[in-house]
């Protein structure tokens, strides 16, 4: 069952927070992905929240251990942040859905239906506070992937829906890969040095977490 979460060291409320969010967005997430995505399959994202070691330059990652699908977030960064947080987790989630085949053409899509996912959770909120929530998040991101998030969106001005539909006719094999690839590099401004995000040391996943 959606959000399938289990935690260590992290406060209580924040995780109970962050699985209502989840819980109000399970929604939104499935329009965004393909057709055969269905709950049951959203559902089997196993969403860890660890201490990550000081060591590790990152604060989320995803993983895939067989046919178990994870979803791993810094609980520190949770406390400090609970938005930028919430982007992360949005972030990996949409890992598990994407098809695209060229690393940009994820990082963009991902970023994309992340930071849609999070305005649609603060529209109840006055506007000011979404665009300082929006603009606190991109602050604490990495400039590459605020460039991915500025890619996505300027293609979905042009055209609403466009990463969605490229999502799925990558799955159903109806554009070639040299054709995805030229379609998001066009965008590029000049090289990009995607940032070195290895996982240094793989954590246990499951002995000694709580569940919600």
């Not at 466009?162 to 090289?191: A, P």
């Amino acid at each position: 069952m959606f959000p399938n979460i289990k935690f260590k060291d992290c406060e209580i409320h924040l995780v109970k927070r962050l699985r209502n969010d989840l819980l109000s967005l399970e929604d939104s997430i499935l329009g965004y992905s393909p057709k055969n995505f269905s709950k049951s399959k959203l559902g089997r994202i196993r969403i860890r929240l660890f201490k990550f070691p000081k060591n590790e330059v990152c604060n989320e990652f995803f993983l895939i251990y067989g046919n178990k699908r994870y979803v791993c977030l810094n609980s520190t960064l949770l406390k400090k942040r609970y938005y930028t947080a919430l982007q992360h987790v949005l972030h990996g989630i949409t890992h598990h859905f994407s098809q695209f085949r060229e690393e940009i053409g994820t990082e963009v899509f991902c970023e994309f239906v992340s930071y849609s996912l999070l305005k649609s959770l603060l529209e109840k909120k006055s506007k000011f506070f979404e665009r300082r929530i929006i603009k606190s998040v991109m602050k604490n991101s990495p400039k590459e992937y605020n460039m991915y998030y500025r890619i996505g969106r300027k293609l979905e001005e042009k055209e609403e829906g466009f990463l969605v539909k490229v999502n799925r006719m990558v799955k159903n094999r109806k554009i070639s890969q040299k054709k995805e690839r030229r379609l998001f590099k066009r965008l590029l401004k000049g090289k990009v040095d995607s940032p070195n995000f290895e996982i240094k040391e793989i954590p246990e996943l499951e002995i000694g977490f709580r569940r919600v």
